[in-house]
């Protein structure tokens, strides 16, 4: 839950220019090689700091998105993949990147200043989600005047709890904890669960649990990206790999190896379920 953690936090508060011309297999020499200008990045192998019980981002087994794109990435820089692997709660980034055990964290939103973000290779946003036919069907905004008295759950003190308050949908909802650790819990989960025992009406969840979590129901839930929100705060949120601020080179050779696996990114995403929105929030449904 760190990432939907950074998300409530900013509401409430490679080798470009310096190797023009030079091709990725150059740059992957170099490496290869112990170039100092690369900082004290792995040669061999793209070392990751992960959650190991953090579906649909990574687990221990690898079946995560996150795995999959780390995968695709070490394949392209012709390393092999190795883990360190720590509960994303308080002190992850402390204990992995910034202890020099793992070198980028596959995914983390941009503008937060506790890493150095690359550049964005996806966006999302938070999404309702239901059971089809019950009355919620045709509703895209939480100011629909259909989820009056509704049951939704929401979790505690992440974005979408703003636009409940607004909305006069506070007093019925149903909060689910923020600060959990994942090796245990899973509000996500929990809050999918309820949605389809009947135990609450709708949900509002972090884009990439919603549409993961609601396809592995017996009946498959109803996500709807919430893309037209009137007033913050937003929603919708660009998501990049984190790495070291003094890891300037490395930054750089992540943005090529984005820029390049766009495509093949998009296809790993998609096959999540993650709702993928372009640059003016519209949704992607397929590459």
């Known amino acids: ?24 297999p150059s740059v992957v020499r170099a490496q290869e090689a112990g170039d100092l200008s690369l900082e004290l990045i792995d040669p061999k192998v793209l070392r990751v700091c992960a959650d190991p019980n953090n579906m649909p981002f990574s687990n221990e087994k690898q079946e995560g998105f996150e795995n999959k794109i780390a995968e695709l990435f070490a394949r392209e820089l012709g390393k092999e993949v190795a883990y360190t692997w720590f509960p994303q709660a308080t002190g992850f980034v402390r204990n992995t990147l910034g ?5 980028v964290i596959i995914g983390f939103p941009q503008g937060d200043e506790i890493v150095q973000n690359t550049n964005p290779y996806y ?40 636009h409940l308050v607004r909305n006069g949908l506070m007093g019925r909802a149903r909060p ?16 999918i669960a309820d949605i389809e ?3 609450i009406d709708a949900g509002v969840l972090w884009g990439p649990m919603a549409g993961f979590f609601a396809h592995q129901t017996e009946t498959p839930l109803q996500v ?10 937003r929603l919708a949120y660009n998501i990049t ?27 790993i995403l998609l096959g999540f379920d993650v709702p993928l929105l372009d640059r003016q929030n519209q949704v992607i449904t397929s590459r």
Not at 125 to 149: I, Q, W
Not at 241 to 267: F, H, P
Request: include cysteine; charged fraction near 25%; hydrophobic fraction near 40%.
């Open 1 to 24: 839950m760190l990432k939907t953690r950074f998300l409530a936090r900013w509401v409430a508060s490679l080798m470009l220019a310096a190797m023009a011309g030079t091709s990725l």
């Open 99 to 103: 202890a020099h055990k793992c070198d």
């Open 123 to 162: 966006r999302t946003v938070y999404a309702l989600v239901f059971k089809p036919g019950n009355g919620l069907d045709e509703v895209e905004t939480l100011s629909d005047e259909r989820l009056k008295g509704k049951r939704i759950g929401v979790v505690a003190g992440t974005p979408p709890s703003d």
């Open 176 to 191: 689910y904890p923020l600060m959990i650790d994942t090796r245990v819990d899973s509000s996500a989960k929990a809050m």
């Open 197 to 199: 025992a009947g135990e």
């Open 224 to 233: 709807v990206p919430l893309i037209h929100e009137q007033g913050g705060p």
């Open 241 to 267: 790999m984190g790495v070291r601020a003094s890891d300037q080179e490395w930054k750089r050779l992540l943005n090529r190896m984005i820029r390049t696996n766009q495509q093949a990114t998009d296809e």
